[in-house]
């Protein structure tokens, strides 16, 4: 390796001694007093390529990554298609849930007489006209048990309700597309052999989108004499989706 003194081969003959700054990479020079009086030493700074340096407007080739991406990507998707399985599909279950309801015209206080199908909430109305989240509220009219939508009770609601009569839980797979068969405002006997599709409440949903969902109930056990329903239900979480059960 060349010594820092015999590096300045490039150099112009006017400047003398080339030497390595100590604690500084490049390079300093001194130059010679007799050709250049006064001249304080600093660095060597050329304006220009020395004549043995080569210039081109060559462009270095870009390296693309994406395409290799994005061909992982759709393998993956391809195989996860070719495997039955939709990427996008919300899987929930249609394993149904099980709540007791007492009807309002019970004496007592504090007891929960209206029911929320999206979180499966049992809900207290402490008067006829109260408002908040609720689908469906359970009431003793003409010596049954009644169904009162929100509508029934002069709340503002798009919450509905379809009775399908002579059919299971099973049965039904798809809330009616129809929506002259439910009401939002008339009482619906409760019977056994009856399944009834609940529209909910509005809700807000991702994307600042305005949702509602579908559910599907049947009543387990009448009491009229005390008041009580014991249902079962499936409720499909995904919002404005009228299918009520999970897909494949």
């Known amino acids: ?17 080339v030497k390595q700054s100590k604690g500084f990479s490049g390079l300093t020079a001194t130059p010679d007093p007799d ?5 304080q030493s600093g660095f060597v700074r050329p304006a220009r390529p020395f004549p043995d340096s080569t210039v081109t407007n060559e462009a270095r080739p870009v390296r693309r990554h994406a395409p ?33 309801l007492y009807s309002m015209a019970r004496p007592e206080l504090n007891v929960p007489a209206a029911y929320d199908f999206y979180t499966s909430t049992k809900v207290v109305i402490e008067s ?21 939508p929100p509508g029934a009770l002069g709340v503002s ?13 099973d049965d039904v797979t798809d809330a009616p597309g129809d ?23 509005q809700r807000p949903g991702s ?8 559910a599907k109930m ?3 056990e009448i009491d009229v004499a005390e008041g009580t329903l014991r249902f079962r239900h499936v409720t499909n979480p995904v919002c404005n989706d009228r299918r009520l059960v999970p897909p494949n």
């Open 1 to 17: 390796m060349e010594s820092p003194a015999n590096c300045g081969g490039n150099l112009p003959a006017g400047w003398g001694k």
């Open 35 to 39: 050709k250049f009086p006064g001249r």
């Open 68 to 100: 290799k991406v994005a061909a992982l990507a759709a393998a993956l998707l391809t195989g996860v298609v070719a495997c039955g399985d939709d990427p996008f599909s919300f899987q929930w279950s249609d394993e149904p849930d099980t709540a007791v």
């Open 128 to 148: 006829p006209n109260s408002t908040g989240t609720w689908d469906l509220a359970l009431d003793t009219q003409d010596g049954g048990l009644v169904f009162l």
């Open 157 to 169: 609601s798009r919450a509905r309700v379809a009775p399908l009569e002579g059919l299971t839980l």
């Open 179 to 201: 929506t002259a068969v439910y009401t939002a405002v008339d009482a619906v006997p409760v019977e056994l052999g009856t399944t009834y599709v609940v529209r909910t409440s």
């Open 207 to 214: 994307f600042g989108r305005s949702c509602v969902y579908y």
């Open 218 to 220: 049947e009543a387990l």
